[in-house]
């Protein structure tokens, strides 16, 4: 099992630019969800998913975020136009109704909009 | 108010120290209780899971949960260096609410 996958590891880009983050969720895994991690606000839920499907995108800071599950195994956050308070590191996390305790995070995506 | 509210520390302990960690929260709704660590540069990762009020051990590791006093606890014994990281309390009804955490090092 690879475990929840995330790309690319570290992002540096310049103000204004459209930034796209992407997951690959455990297979069999059929709820997936965003979270956005700055040293002043922790991790913070941005949207989740299940069965490809938004359920919660109250978390979505604004109108420059979105978010697409096209299928099970793939997922997207993209920032347009990003800013420099949009630096963080973003997780994407899968589960399963089989675990109900938590959830699997992949290793993030450090962002740095300069 | 938050919903979940963890003192971020920083929290440094002598090594086989008994370590204590915190959470309080607002939601009498949450029904699983969650421990996550975190290492530097990586995603937290599941350490324990409570469901209701109660106690689990795992190792050197006990979570409480006091659903009457909304209050959760992650206790560690004989604290090692490899402890070393966040602790993140996490709380779940469909989705998950994630204290600030709480940055533990543990001295040799």
Redesign the interface.
């Known amino acids: 099992d690879a475990g ?1 996958i995330q790309s690319p590891r570290h992002e540096v880009t310049e103000m204004g630019q459209e930034v796209t983050l992407r997951c690959k969720p455990i297979s069999g895994h059929n709820s997936l ?1 965003w979270y956005r991690q700055t040293m002043m606000r ?2 913070e ?1 941005l949207i ?1 998913f299940n069965n490809n499907v938004p ?2 995108d109250s978390g979505m800071p604004e109108d420059r975020f979105s978010a697409k599950m096209p299928n099970a195994s793939f997922s997207t956050l993209k920032i347009q136009p990003s800013e420099p308070r949009d630096s963080a590191v973003y ?1 994407c ?1 899968s589960s399963t109704p089989g675990l ?9 995506t ?1 962002l740095t909009v300069v | 108010q938050k919903e979940v509210e963890q003192d971020p520390g920083p929290l440094s302990v002598p090594e086989g120290a008994i370590v204590s960690l915190n959470c309080t929260y607002s939601n009498s709704a949450f029904q699983y209780f969650m421990w996550y660590r975190q290492y530097s540069r990586k995603g937290p990762e599941l350490l324990m899971y409570t469901y209701s009020s109660g106690n689990k051990e795992d190792g050197r590791f006990t979570a409480q949960v006091d659903k009457s006093s909304k209050y959760i606890s992650l206790f560690i014994r004989d604290s090692q260096p490899s402890d070393s990281a966040t602790y993140l309390c996490a709380m779940r009804i469909n989705d998950m609410r994630f204290g600030a955490g709480t940055r533990l090092t543990v001295k040799p």
């Open positions: 929840v969800f922790g991790l839920l989740y359920i919660d997780f996390a109900p305790g938590g959830y699997t995070f992949g290793s993030g450090r």
